[in-house]
């Protein structure tokens, strides 16, 4: 006898409670592959080993087994022991009666008892139906024996012990034909030829995975088959099989025969609802049942492939592992009220050797439907996706993978697509996002900063984090200049394969305060909060303080009550608090306003003579066109300030920053307009202004672009005849964009008003941290155009009117607090042990 | 907290309770070492090394609630109740405060 897969060591045995003294439900499930047991290790974790007695009918004498990797077993590249679920162990100690090898045959629903072939009777309170599929041997001549049973030689390719007896017979055999040109049968001909067979597969549609993939993907997957060796027989039926005492070869409908001496029949399943229809439970194509899985039984459930679900019945494992959570949430009663509304199935497998993806539809249905499609034969890689208003519905990836993860969340949860769209097929940046996550070694850095490996990313997911927040905080990947973010995300969705959990905390505007930004907006003006504390009194859990919220709290509180904001120094970043930014060694910057990089030479006597003064250990030119003075000890900055007499630079703050200019047309010999005055027009209006992230900006006389306007996150550019074009969602500094041309616009005046309006549609909508290259892209060029030129949500006059506050509430921080400290010891050295500066004297 | 009480313990006084403004962090010498002290919203005291154990930076002008204090360089977090890290650097070392008639009394 063949050996038991996942079976109990010799002796031990089980004790069993009385049945008559057991108060729990008796919970009886027929049917122990993927879905049942799956559905039972549910219950059980929703702690149902309490309330239920459980049995389950296995009609396999074996364990729980993986059946999806019947496929490596029979190549020989997993072993049987390899693929085990649940052993026999796993049920006796999880206090389960597990009746393996015990077919049942009837259920009768009004005694609510389960008659098997065994002869025993067994009642119960809930019946759960995951009785599964067959393989369907299509009507053919001479493929069963009088008896009824396959010609020996003749295989389903659906259990262990098929897989066993297909593997035993490699060792004598030579010639192979596989029937189904699916997943199975493609499958079943790759193991089989790398056991040495040379092989045929006919099918009996005009493509292959024709399920799957549409005809030009199917024939390029073809190719690829061939290439391997393996003989392709497309659109032709097998009438006839060869052979008395075992099979000798097969009979096409058009005449050709082909030898063999084993064939593989995996030509489709069909449902195991034979127990249903003599329990007389409602039937179609498979076992009906409405949203709570139940049957028109109200005691009776089917999951799985033997479910017929609002007219759909699924053959993937994703589905029916959907069905085991909610009707375990259903009978446990963790939620009563638990509904499966049907499944959006991706599939992402290797069949042949070839990466295969596939969700939703693989061809458009309505006329504007946008369908996109790469074709690269020569390569075997064929991509298409489609949209339908604005959403993905269905994508097949063949040949290359690499974007799975992305597609897969935009299909499963909706998510904005990017307007490029051939974006969703390739990878047009430069950067390392370009090599597909799952090509990355284990070992290569993916957040510079804090020198996270996508080896310590994989790692924290299969620790247990369930979502790319969790694995931010345990790793602190992308906790830094967070230009990584979206790689670490890319990473965590490839590393979970799909097993990931929405993470709620990704909508809020901080983690402290549940709610999104537009909802936390309004409770902060309905409750009339003006202060951080206040925030947290009124909308934390349990009123609770956050330290990595307050930064981003004070900057809502500032944008939304301008003037009328309290302040409370606490709730500031240390950088706001004393108006620098903060070194490695503990001192500070301090960066004078130069508006739009202009300066003269009594400034410059100034800034100098401060350094002397100071022993500043360093002067630098910045990026920003300003004067940085590096190395300040904190206690020295009033004084400083003091002597310099200049406004703040805003050089450390979320806010904006500066506006680079060129020489524009006073001296440059191609300037087309007054870049120059236009940049200190812009810096004098909008200095100081408070907002998600840093904003930089610049403006150039020409096209030449000396100032860099195309990569700022507001960029101006002369036209020439008064003409400005304005670019929005720029960026040259941990990532790389050139921004998106908003409008080409008349005179400076309309500058200064598009400028400030979208950048306060910016303030209002962006996340916290969120620069305008990402925040540009996720709302839509499209969109932001519609809102701020065509005032398409009627909201551009509250735009004006909000960042007006703003301007108006400007004041310069270093002339205030250089005459009176905001707070005791605003400037009191936070190591007064250590000699400061630490930093080179240059 | 009597007076007795503080005569038994190795209590230094290293300034005013009003020295640090409410939610924020001050840095005091308490027998030749520098120690953090924050005064929390709640009115709850806490101190700590003043150096983070991380890369050197200055704690008192991290952020805090009432769980944690976040160090201003890396954003490394410590927990109050045992100074460890969040977020799997070193812990740091925390001492007993306390309020004693206006007066910040550490423990070091």
Redesign the interface.
């Known amino acids: 006898m063949r050996a038991v897969l996942g079976a109990r060591l010799a002796g031990t045995s089980t004790l069993h409670l009385d049945d008559e003294l057991d108060p729990r439900g008796r919970l009886v499930v027929v049917g122990n592959g993927m879905a049942g047991a799956r559905f039972v290790e549910e219950v059980l974790e929703r702690g149902g080993g309490e309330q239920f007695r459980i049995t389950v009918f296995g009609d396999e004498p074996h364990g729980n087994y993986n059946r999806i990797m019947l496929s490596p077993v029979l190549a020989g590249e997993s072993h049987e022991d390899d693929i085990v679920l649940n052993s026999h162990d796993w049920y006796c100690d999880n206090g389960i009666d597990l009746r393996a090898g015990v077919r049942v045959e009837r259920v009768d629903t009004a005694a609510k008892q389960v008659h098997a072939a065994d002869g025993s009777v067994t009642p119960y309170d809930h019946l759960v139906l995951a009785t599964g599929s067959y393989s369907f041997i299509p009507p053919m001549a001479g493929v069963r024996r009088d008896d009824g049973e396959l010609l020996p030689g003749v295989y389903g390719f659906r259990t262990i012990d098929e897989t066993r007896a297909m593997l035993e017979a490699t060792g004598r055999c030579t010639r192979a034909v596989v029937m189904g040109g699916g997943l199975l049968g493609l499958e079943a001909a790759r193991a089989l030829q790398g056991h040495g067979l040379q092989v045929e597969l006919v099918h009996a549609m005009p493509w292959l995975m024709n399920a799957q993939l549409d005809a030009e993907a199917g024939a390029i997957l073809k190719r690829s088959v061939e290439e391997l060796g393996i003989g392709v027989h497309l659109d032709v039926l097998a009438t006839e099989v060869l052979g008395s005492d075992h099979v000798e070869g097969v009979l096409l409908k058009d005449g050709r025969r082909l030898d063999c001496d084993l064939l593989v029949v995996a030509a489709g399943v069909r449902p195991h609802t034979d127990v249903a229809v003599r329990s007389g439970l409602e039937v179609e194509r498979a076992i009906v049942v409405d949203d709570q899985l139940r049957t028109d039984d109200p005691d009776v459930y089917a999951i799985g492939e033997c479910a017929q679900h609002r007219g759909s019945v699924y053959g993937l494992v994703a589905p029916a592992w959907e069905h085991a959570r909610v009707l375990a949430d259903v009978l446990t009663g963790t939620d009563p009220g638990a509904e499966y509304t049907g499944s959006r199935t991706a599939t992402k497998l290797k069949v042949v050797g070839v990466d295969v993806a596939v969700m939703g539809i693989n061809t458009p249905e309505r006329d504007d439907d946008e369908f996109l499609v790469i074709s690269e034969p020569r390569r075997g890689v064929h991509l298409s996706v489609v949209i339908r208003d604005d959403k993905l519905v269905g994508a097949t990836l063949l040949g290359d993978t690499r974007k799975v993860a992305f597609l897969t969340q935009a299909f499963d949860r909706g998510a904005p697509l990017p307007e490029e769209r051939i974006r969703l097929l390739v990878d047009l940046s430069d950067g390392v996002e370009e090599v597909g996550v799952a090509d990355m070694p284990a070992d290569s850095q993916v957040c510079n900063c804090n020198g996270v490996s996508k080896g310590d990313i994989c790692g924290a997911v299969a620790g247990g984090c369930g979502s790319v927040g969790e694995v931010m905080d345990r790793t602190r990947a992308g906790k830094g200049c967070g230009s990584c973010k979206s790689l670490v995300k890319q990473i965590v969705e490839w590393a979970a394969d799909g097993d990931l959990a929405e993470d709620p905390a990704a909508s809020y505007y901080v983690p402290g305060i549940p709610m999104p930004k537009p909802e936390l907006m309004r409770a902060i003006r309905e409750h009339d909060l003006r202060s951080v504390s206040a925030v947290f009194a009124a909308l934390a859990p349990g009123g609770k303080d956050d330290a990595r919220s307050k930064m981003g709290l004070t900057s809502l509180l500032k944008m939304v009550w301008g003037s009328d904001y309290i302040p409370e120094k606490d709730a500031e970043f240390i950088n706001d608090r004393v108006h620098g930014n903060i070194q490695r060694d503990g001192t500070f910057s301090v960066v004078p306003q130069m508006k739009g990089g202009v300066t003269t030479p009594a400034q410059l006597r100034r800034i100098a003579d401060v350094a002397e003064k100071y022993e500043v250990p360093m002067v630098k030119v910045t990026g920003g066109q300003r004067i940085d003075l590096l190395g300040v000890r904190k206690e020295d900055l009033p004084a400083m300030w003091n002597d310099l007499g200049m406004p703040s630079g805003y050089a450390y703050g979320k806010s904006f920053r500066t506006v680079k200019t060129c020489v524009g047309s006073d001296f440059c010999r191609f300037g087309l307009d007054d870049s120059t005055q236009l940049g200190i027009d812009l810096e004098t209006r909008f200095q100081g202004i408070e907002s998600p992230a840093k904003m930089k900006l610049a403006v150039v006389g020409c096209p030449r672009n000396c100032a860099e306007a195309y990569v700022k996150d507001v960029g101006v550019v002369a036209v020439g005849n008064g003409r400005w074009e304005v670019y929005i969602g720029g960026a040259a500094g941990a990532s790389v964009r050139k921004g998106d041309l908003l409008a080409t616009v008349e005179g400076r005046d309309a500058v200064m008003t598009l400028a400030g309006r979208f950048m306060q549609y910016y303030r209002e909508n962006a996340n916290w941290l969120e620069r305008t290259y990402d925040f540009v892209p996720r709302i839509g060029l499209e969109r932001i155009k519609a809102v701020l030129l065509e005032d398409s949500e009627g909201i551009c006059a509250d735009l004006d009117a909000g960042i007006q506050r703003s301007v108006d509430a400007y004041t310069d921080p270093w002339g205030q607090d250089a005459k009176e400290a905001a707070t005791p010891g605003q400037f009191r050295p936070a190591l007064p042990l250590v000699a400061l500066p630490k930093v080179p004297v240059r | 907290m009597s007076v007795a009480d503080v005569a038994t313990a190795t209590g230094v006084v290293v300034g005013r309770v009003?020295?640090?403004?409410?939610?924020?962090?001050?840095?005091f010498?308490a027998g030749g070492e520098?120690v953090?002290v924050f005064r929390l919203?709640e009115g709850s005291l806490h101190a700590t090394q003043?150096?983070c154990p991380h890369?050197?930076?200055?704690?008192?002008?991290?952020?805090?609630?009432?769980d944690?204090?976040?160090c201003?360089?890396?954003?490394y977090?410590y927990r109050w109740s045992d100074g460890a890290s969040?977020?799997?650097a070193a812990p740091v070392r925390v001492f007993p405060v306390r309020e004693v008639d206006g007066d910040l009394v550490v423990d070091v």
Do not use: K
Not at chain 2, 60 to 66: I, L, M, P, W
Not at chain 2, 72 to 75: C, R
């Open positions: 009003d020295d640090v403004p409410p939610g924020e962090g001050r840095t010498v520098q953090a919203r003043a150096a890369a050197g930076g200055p704690l008192a002008d991290g952020q805090t609630d009432v944690v204090l976040v201003p360089l890396h954003q977090a969040t977020s799997g």
